[in-house]
């Protein structure tokens, strides 16, 4: 099991070499330690949540030109290229398929223990300082600016409106990041969440006084 695991934090730190810093080997590394922590609480099938915490974001497809395909299909042919059993392979496509934020829009149907952890433990990396972090690392890459009080946040009803957005960075917080807190899965989770979401709500508050010159 070592061996495996170890096989494939290499795959992914050589795919991932260059990706952008809010979606790179360390948001992967801080995902799948929080997996395992989320994980010995609420007692999933541990070979599961490893390999989808490790391999959520392999092929993310806001850097792939959209395809939600290309990410369970790398997942699938590595897994399998290290001797991984098929139903567990089966079950970490199925995660990686669906635990996207942008997926909470439609109704898969398909949701598993080991989603849920995986999934917790992404979100909580877009909540708190990391998230802040994260959320203004990625507004960068796209070259969204920080803010405009002119631009007021949406509350987006379908995935495809929430992924053609270019809103300002400050948006994001009220139309994703401060909704996490609420859609956690676990109880870990949870308790994790609140703390960081109101470290977020302190931030904001910061944030526009500063913007107001006080």
């Known amino acids: 099991m070592q061996n495996s695991i170890n096989s494939t934090i290499a795959f992914v730190k050589k795919t991932l070499e260059n990706a952008e ?10 995902v799948y330690k929080t997996a395992l922590n989320i994980n010995e609480k609420e007692k999933g099938h541990e070979q599961v949540v490893i390999f989808a915490a490790l ?13 939600e395909e290309l990410g ?5 042919d590595f897994l399998t290229s290290i001797s991984i059993n098929e139903d567990v392979i089966a079950h970490v496509k199925l995660i990686i398929q669906n635990m996207s934020f942008k997926n909470s829009f439609d109704s898969s149907g398909f949701t598993s223990k080991e989603m849920q952890i995986v999934q917790d433990a992404d979100r909580l990396d877009a909540i708190g300082a990391i998230g802040i972090a994260r959320a ?6 796209k070259n969204r600016v920080l803010y405009d009080p002119a631009i007021k946040p949406e509350q987006h009803l379908t995935k495809e409106s929430y992924k053609n957005t270019t809103a300002p960075t400050i948006n994001h917080f009220y139309e994703k990041l401060l909704l996490l807190k609420d859609m956690m899965n676990t109880d870990a989770g949870r308790a994790i969440a609140l703390e960081r979401h109101n470290f977020m709500l302190q931030y904001l508050d910061h944030f526009y006084n500063e913007w107001e010159g006080n």
């Open 21 to 30: 810093a809010g979606h790179d080997w360390f948001h992967i590394e801080r």
């Open 55 to 67: 391999l959520h974001d392999i092929a993310d497809p806001k850097f792939n030109n959209g395809n």
């Open 72 to 76: 369970p299909k790398v997942a699938e």
């Open 136 to 141: 203004f690392t990625y507004g960068g890459y």
